[in-house]
């Protein structure tokens, strides 16, 4: 290692030479034909026992919700299943190097997101496992989603092995484009989703073409006005939101008493501190809103259960709304595996690790940390509730669809890795071969089966009393 200056985290500057020599040498010592295939590790715990001792610090009476949404298929599973599947890939092969880790990549988190300029743009979008880690464990838990959805949409073997290799393959040939790319020319990468239709309309039918289209448009009606209108309802002349029990229930409908009244004045105090963490230009657009109301609200598979609360603010009038969610966030599925965060604020954990992954942020983006009724310190990380989100539904899309989908997801990826991690050491590491392409195909196909089992695990124990489901 040259001697060199040191960087703010102090780590010392290698060469570049020195950087891919990194690279190879830790191919030497795990081959990439190591990451093929998955077997349980000995002693592997129970994997209802390991989504129970989650569900054991989460609101109560959602947590039925979360087994229901478990239960309906694999690939919702899945969604709910990151703490596992970390468990999982701690006895995996590692090559020693590391990046920001999104933490749970599976490819229903890689969505159409606006950026602070209004532009549509592709990237990652949950962040609530991120730290640093093995950047392995993304790939791998981003292939083995495909093909859990390629099974589920009844794709052949063939068909869902080109899927992921498209994926991987992605993947490792952005990484190496990143490798002999300068850091700003890194940092400023994005995927612009006009730039993203020049490339995908050559490779997608007319009615994929047709499908994307409709995708952006209704990305940029999922703002929050879209939102206002559709969550929230006029009340003795004035807006609140709409009830939808158990998935939004507004603080007034909560059970009256103490603990109601005391939420309610200590999220409007939540905005005042929270404030704080945002840069000075955007607190002072923040400074034009007030709260007129609170609801709590179920979101996604894996996160039912933690507290989530969306505020409703009102700026110039009541046509000028602003939609804010405050969500739970709590130690990383990932740091038992790899060690506690840096932050010790769970919501700066996942602010942090957002900003340094995505090239589109949350221009509301912050953290807070409340003292719950209870005396139990509980840590949130604030963003806005809808600002042109779009999701590709893995379910409607044809295999040819999903390649193209794949490539997309692997490429992003790369370039959120390549923000964070020693990107010419990586590329070095993953090589201009397609071994590593073909290991994580036969890896993916793996970790579906125990997917599987698992899923049956906790179908199994519904059906025996040991956990109780609730739809909605």
Request: with cysteine; proline share 4%; glycine share 8%.
């Amino acid at each position: 290692m040259s001697k060199g200056s040191r960087t703010a985290d102090g780590v010392a500057h290698l060469s570049p030479q020195e950087r891919a020599d990194r690279g190879r040498a830790a191919r030497k010592q795990v081959p990439r034909s190591s990451h093929a295939g998955f077997s349980p590790a000995a002693g592997r715990r129970d994997p209802v026992d390991v989504i129970e001792e989650q569900s054991a610090t989460r609101v109560p009476d959602l947590v039925p919700i979360r087994y229901g949404r478990m239960t309906e298929s694999p690939f919702r599973f899945y969604r709910g299943a990151a703490a596992i599947m970390a468990g999982d890939l701690a006895s995996t092969p590692r090559s020693g190097i590391t990046a920001q880790l999104c933490g749970d990549a599976h490819m229903m988190n890689f969505r159409l997101l606006a950026s602070a300029e209004r532009r549509l743009m592709f990237d990652i979008n949950d962040f609530d496992e991120t730290l640093p880690g093995p950047w392995e464990w993304d790939v791998k838990r981003l292939a083995a989603s495909l093909v859990i959805a390629g099974r589920e949409n009844g794709y052949t073997d063939e068909e869902r092995a080109t899927i992921v290799r498209a994926a991987v393959r992605s993947y490792r040939e952005q990484m190496r484009l990143f490798a002999d790319m300068g850091n700003l020319d890194v940092w400023y990468a994005h995927a612009d989703v006009e730039e993203l239709r020049a490339v995908v309309d050559q490779e997608l039918t007319r009615k994929g073409r047709k499908r994307l289209s409709q995708v952006t448009t209704k990305a940029r009606t999922r703002d929050n006005l879209q939102a206002y209108e559709k969550l929230s309802r006029i009340d003795g002349g004035e807006r609140r939101f709409a009830a939808d029990p158990p998935l939004l229930v507004p603080i007034e409908d909560m059970v009256p008493g103490t603990e109601r009244d005391w939420v309610g004045q200590e999220l409007r105090k939540l905005v005042d501190r929270y404030a704080r963490s945002l840069p000075t230009d955007r607190r002072h657009l923040l400074g034009q809103y007030r709260v007129v109301d609170i609801a709590r609200k179920v979101v996604g598979v894996g996160s039912v259960g933690t507290r989530c609360w969306i505020l409703l603010l009102l700026g110039k009038d009541d046509e000028d709304p602003l939609i804010l969610q405050a969500k739970e966030a709590d130690r990383s599925v990932l740091a038992a595996h790899v060690g506690d965060s840096r932050y010790d604020n769970q919501g700066q954990r996942v602010v942090a690790g957002q900003r340094l992954m995505q090239a589109a942020g949350d221009i509301f983006l912050g953290w807070d940390r409340v003292v719950g009724i209870d005396g139990r310190r509980r840590d949130f990380y604030v963003r806005q509730l809808h600002d042109w989100k779009g999701i590709m539904e893995p379910q409607i899309m044809v295999p040819n669809g999903m390649r193209v989908f794949s490539e997309l997801c692997g490429a992003t990826l790369a370039r959120a890795h390549a923000r964070s991690g020693d990107r010419i050491a990586i590329a070095a590491y993953l090589g201009g071969g397609d071994s590593f392409d073909r290991a994580l195909t036969e890896f993916a196909e793996s970790y579906a089966d125990q997917n599987e089992r698992d899923h049956q695990s906790l179908i199994d124990a519904v059906q025996a009393g040991r956990v109780a489901t609730a739809a909605a």
